[in-house]
């Protein structure tokens, strides 16, 4: 189905990049190299030319640690926005936040997406999204506290509650006023979930495909492709590449990433093999 992410409309043939930008000091993957605003500027600069279709910036690591406020969060992300949305004023930005507040000020400022990692946490954040006309991004987790780790998560079928979850948030999404082709569905890989619920949830991503939302996923360098394969951060990304082949094939829209052009390969060859896209040049035995 057409997917409108603020003032942007893609087609159900495309398959779109969403690129990390973290307005934080201690992110995991980064390490706080895209802290400074001037980084985390120029990090928009190169993904925008690397070919995403999207940015998401993030003003909180979902880790635990050092409690960060609404001022706070808004410090961060707010402003950047703005900036952001001046520079590139065709650009989807999308802030990863879980707070109406900071929602609000975002939308305000020029955001187009608001995806909320944590699963509907702040029941407010649908009244925002449909305030401003902005798409959300619906999670699930388990029902697990922001910024907690789970522990001895426990489903009788963990697929069934992940699309269960997701569908009851798209569902309060489109009554609060959300646009139907302004939501979007999230397994959320490692939230509220260990190791084998994460690989059981990629194994059967089709069932959530299924469901006639566009479902994004959010594989980069997380802990259950860490540790499947016994690798740090930093060392993941071939991991990822894998994990992001069986969501392409299976026909996942969004893919929220660190690396750009090697996730754009890997999606673009996996769709053209599944027919959802042409190649670029195909002249051997022709010509």
């Given at each position: 189905m057409t997917l409108k992410l603020g003032r942007q409309a893609f087609g159900d043939d495309e398959a779109l990049m969403m690129a990390i930008v973290n307005r934080t000091p201690d992110s995991f993957f980064d390490k706080g190299?895209?802290?400074?605003?001037?980084?985390?500027?120029?990090?928009?600069?190169?993904?925008?030319?690397?070919?995403?279709?999207?940015?998401?910036?993030?003003?909180?690591?979902?880790?635990?640690?050092?409690?960060?406020?609404?001022?706070?969060?808004?410090?961060r992300v707010v402003d950047f926005v703005a900036r952001v949305r001046e520079t590139y004023p065709d650009l989807v930005i999308s802030v990863d936040t879980w707070r109406a507040e900071v929602g609000a000020a975002v939308c305000a400022a020029g955001a187009d997406v608001l995806n909320d990692a944590w699963g509907g946490?702040?029941?407010?954040?649908?009244?925002?999204?449909?305030?401003?006309?902005?798409?959300?991004?619906?999670?699930?987790?388990?029902?697990?506290?922001?910024?907690?780790?789970?522990?001895?998560?426990?489903?009788?079928?963990?697929?069934?509650?992940?699309?269960?979850?997701?569908?009851?948030?798209?569902?309060?999404?489109?009554?609060?006023?959300?646009?139907?082709?302004?939501?979007?569905?999230?397994?959320?890989?490692?939230?509220?979930?260990?190791?084998?619920?994460?690989?059981?949830?990629?194994?059967?991503?089709?069932?959530?495909?299924?469901?006639?939302?566009?479902?994004?996923?959010s594989l980069s360098n997380k802990d259950f492709v860490g540790e499947t394969l016994g690798l740090e951060v930093g060392e993941r990304l071939l991991g990822t590449l894998a994990a992001t082949s069986v969501c392409a094939l299976a026909g996942a829209r969004i893919y929220r990433v660190h690396q750009v052009p090697e996730t754009r390969q890997t999606v673009d060859m996996v769709w053209t093999i599944a027919g959802r896209r042409p190649p670029l040049r195909a002249i051997r035995g022709i010509q």
């Amino acid at each position: 189905m057409t997917l409108k992410l603020g003032r942007q409309a893609f087609g159900d043939d495309e398959a779109l990049m969403m690129a990390i930008v973290n307005r934080t000091p201690d992110s995991f993957f980064d390490k706080g190299a895209t802290w400074a605003e001037d980084a985390a500027f120029e990090r928009v600069a190169t993904v925008v030319e690397q070919g995403a279709e999207i940015v998401d910036i993030g003003g909180i690591k979902a880790a635990p640690g050092v409690e960060i406020g609404p001022e706070e969060e808004k410090a961060r992300v707010v402003d950047f926005v703005a900036r952001v949305r001046e520079t590139y004023p065709d650009l989807v930005i999308s802030v990863d936040t879980w707070r109406a507040e900071v929602g609000a000020a975002v939308c305000a400022a020029g955001a187009d997406v608001l995806n909320d990692a944590w699963g509907g946490a702040d029941p407010e954040l649908v009244d925002v999204a449909a305030q401003y006309d902005a798409a959300i991004i619906c999670t699930h987790t388990g029902g697990v506290t922001p910024r907690t780790r789970p522990y001895r998560l426990e489903y009788d079928d963990v697929v069934a509650s992940t699309i269960h979850d997701t569908l009851a948030y798209a569902e309060r999404a489109l009554a609060a006023g959300v646009s139907r082709e302004s939501i979007v569905i999230d397994p959320a890989h490692d939230f509220g979930k260990n190791t084998f619920q994460s690989l059981e949830v990629t194994r059967r991503i089709g069932e959530m495909v299924a469901t006639g939302w566009p479902v994004l996923v959010s594989l980069s360098n997380k802990d259950f492709v860490g540790e499947t394969l016994g690798l740090e951060v930093g060392e993941r990304l071939l991991g990822t590449l894998a994990a992001t082949s069986v969501c392409a094939l299976a026909g996942a829209r969004i893919y929220r990433v660190h690396q750009v052009p090697e996730t754009r390969q890997t999606v673009d060859m996996v769709w053209t093999i599944a027919g959802r896209r042409p190649p670029l040049r195909a002249i051997r035995g022709i010509q």
